[in-house]
């Protein structure tokens, strides 16, 4: 049973460039977050998505981010026009249905993101 | 406003002894505690969890304590092996709400 998978490892942009970072959650799994990690500091939600639905954004920034799980494909985190304050590590997680509300999140390897 | 903090960026034990790990939270309304381990350039993993209603589980070499009156939780690895060197996060959430909110991690290195 693979893993979670997040694509591309290492991503490298200019800034005012378009950064976007891929996941494809485990197998059976429906429910998609985004977290940030800045250099020395620990994970930061970002977004709780199921397919086709932003179920929390509350930890988004209100602008030039925006994220997208569709029904069909990886689930999108999509940065525009970045900054150097962007770069960062940024990891998928995924979860089964929630049966029980504490169902366990898995994580992916992340997507380090530089902004030059 | 950091609502979980581990206040001990590092900790060094010898092969085969005790590792504590320390996790302090703010936030009453948070009801489960989760413990992940990260190696560099990997993500993170699950150990081990807890829920408010327990104060202990125990899962092998590694027990998580609740101590919801002071707020605090802590992991206990027995026996440590080199191999459990590592960044260690503790995160919590609250039923009906599926973010997790993470401290700020606490390195671990044990040495043989």
């Known amino acids: 049973n693979a893993g979670v998978m997040q694509n591309p490892r290492h991503l490298v942009r200019r800034r005012g460039q378009e950064a976007r970072l891929r996941c494809s959650p485990m197998?059976?799994?429906?429910?998609v977050y985004w977290y940030r990690q800045l250099p020395e500091e620990g994970l930061k939600f970002m977004v709780y998505?199921?397919?086709?639905?932003?179920?929390?954004e509350s930890g988004m920034p209100k602008e030039r981010f925006s994220a997208e799980f569709p029904k069909e494909g990886p689930s999108i985190l999509r940065i525009q026009q970045v900054v150097r304050g962007d770069s960062a590590a940024y990891f998928c997680a995924s979860s089964p249905d929630l049966t029980f509300s504490t169902d366990t999140q898995y994580f992916g390897p992340g997507t380090r993101l530089t902004v030059l | 406003d950091q609502q979980v903090k581990q206040n001990s960026p590092s900790l060094s034990v010898q092969e085969g002894r005790i590792s504590i790990l320390n996790c302090d939270y703010t936030?009453?309304?948070?009801?489960?505690f989760l413990w992940y381990k990260k190696y560099p350039a990997e993500g993170p993993t699950f150990l081990i969890s807890?829920?408010?209603?327990?104060d202990k589980n125990e899962d092998g070499r590694f027990t998580v304590f609740l101590n919801k009156s002071a707020k605090h939780l802590s992991l206990h690895i027995v026996p440590s092996q080199p191999g459990d060197s590592a960044v260690y996060f503790c995160a919590a959430s609250t039923t009906g709400f599926q973010k997790l909110v993470f401290g700020t991690g606490t390195r671990l290195l044990v040495s043989p």
């Open positions: 936030n009453s309304m948070f009801d489960y």
């Open positions: 998505l199921q397919k086709e639905n932003i179920i929390d």
């Open positions: 197998k059976g799994h429906s429910h």
């Open positions: 807890i829920s408010s209603i327990k």
